[in-house]
């Protein structure tokens, strides 16, 4: 699955009040060149604030938390609908047990099966972030 397109599918279907649970996402796929596409993700690291460095956007590194903050990004922030839908979603890497009886719905267009250039994994790009490689869900 492609990043952006599945973030966007995702989001307007939690908008709608729909619950959903993503999993695999450390394979989740972005597109481009794997170079420029850890440098833009190494320049978040260094976001800070000229009053307090300390204080400065927490970047998450983690392939769960990377993918809601695209999905977040995708969502109203100033109301409570947008923050009720992303109570609603639930990320995972890997497949867990409790899981296995629900549908899997796959999504045609955001399938990287469509690609025809370089991409990156997700997991590469945490751990090129610093990811210890821990489970955070």
Same mark, same amino acid.
């Given at each position: *699955?492609?990043?952006?397109?599945?973030?966007?599918?995702? %989001?307007?279907?939690?908008? $709608?009040? $729909?619950?959903?649970?993503?999993?695999?996402?450390?394979?989740?796929?972005?597109?481009?060149?794997?170079? #420029?596409?850890?440098?833009?993700?190494?320049? /978040? /690291?260094?976001?800070?604030?000229? &009053? !307090?460095?300390?204080? @400065?956007?927490?970047?998450?590194?983690?392939?769960? *938390?990377?993918?809601? &903050?695209?999905? %977040? @990004? *995708?969502?109203?922030?100033? #109301?409570?609908?947008? &923050?009720? %839908?992303?109570? !609603?979603?639930?990320?995972? *890497?890997?497949?867990?047990? $409790?899981?296995?009886?629900?549908?899997?719905?796959?999504?045609?267009?955001?399938?990287? @099966?469509?690609?025809?250039?370089?991409?990156?994994? /997700?997991?590469?790009?945490?751990?090129?972030?610093?990811?210890? @490689?821990?489970?955070? $869900?």
């Amino acid at each position: *699955m492609i990043l952006g397109r599945l973030a966007s599918i995702i %989001a307007k279907r939690l908008i $709608e009040g $729909e619950k959903i649970f993503v999993v695999n996402v450390d394979k989740i796929v972005v597109s481009g060149n794997p170079q #420029s596409v850890f440098e833009e993700y190494k320049k /978040l /690291l260094n976001l800070r604030t000229l &009053r !307090n460095p300390i204080l @400065g956007p927490k970047i998450h590194r983690s392939p769960t *938390m990377i993918f809601r &903050r695209v999905v %977040a @990004g *995708m969502l109203p922030k100033d #109301s409570e609908r947008g &923050r009720k %839908a992303l109570r !609603n979603l639930k990320v995972f *890497m890997g497949f867990p047990e $409790e899981y296995k009886n629900y549908p899997v719905i796959r999504f045609k267009e955001a399938d990287a @099966g469509n690609l025809s250039g370089r991409y990156v994994y /997700l997991i590469e790009i945490s751990k090129q972030l610093g990811w210890s @490689g821990g489970l955070h $869900e």
